[in-house]
């Protein structure tokens, strides 16, 4: 697990480090101390904590104007034990509506496994939205059924397209242009 890191080709671009506005403003992860650890196994140092012991992420892009976030996840997704939904929710996902950002879209091939709780969470970032969606791109097929088994779908949008789009190749205005498609299709 050491050796997967957050993708990298936008930095660039946007790193939440240098955006004043981003949670993660200021934070410096080293290059080379392996410190942070999922079930006692280390992880790269590039991923960013929020609270979760057992999920990770890098917020790849945020696009103010446009309104829209790309967030990669990497671990467990644990909302039995850890409530993962309520720190993502409540360290990241509001700090971003607040600034009008509506449109999230969440990469999610390692995330390994996921453990529902309740949906309560997942609703209200549903509400709060209101004019956006938010889209799980390329997510194990095991996790959404187990989303699905919960009914978290009624709140997020995945699968079809979104399983199998090859978004490393594209810049990230080209991955939101392309999942903003799929949806505006899907919701008409």
């Known amino acids: 697990m050491h050796s997967i890191e957050p993708f990298y080709n936008w ?19 080293s290059e080379v101390y392996f410190s942070k650890t999922i079930y006692e196994h280390y992880i790269h140092p590039q991923w960013d904590e ?3 012991n057992t999920l990770y992420l890098k917020m790849l892009q945020v696009d103010y104007e446009e309104g829209y976030c790309v967030i990669e996840l990497m671990g467990e997704w644990n909302d039995c034990i850890e409530n993962d939904i309520m720190y993502l929710k409540r360290e990241v996902i509001d700090e971003l509506t607040v600034l009008g950002i509506h449109k999230f879209i969440l990469i999610g091939e390692n995330v390994l496994n996921f453990h529902a709780s309740d949906e309560e ?11 956006g969606w938010i889209a799980m791109i390329n997510f194990r097929e095991h996790v959404l059924e187990e989303f699905s088994k919960f009914k978290i779908d009624y709140y997020v949008n995945f699968g079809g397209e979104l399983n199998s789009l090859n978004w490393r190749r594209n810049t990230a205005k080209a991955l939101f242009s392309k999942v903003n498609e799929i949806l505006e299709h ?3």
């Open 121 to 131: 969470y997942y609703e209200e970032w549903y509400q709060d939205v209101e004019d």
């Open 11 to 29: 930095q660039h671009i946007y790193k939440p480090e240098d955006d004043k506005l981003s949670p993660f403003f200021g934070l410096k992860n």
């Open 186 to 188: 899907r919701l008409n």
């Open 50 to 52: 929020f609270g979760s």
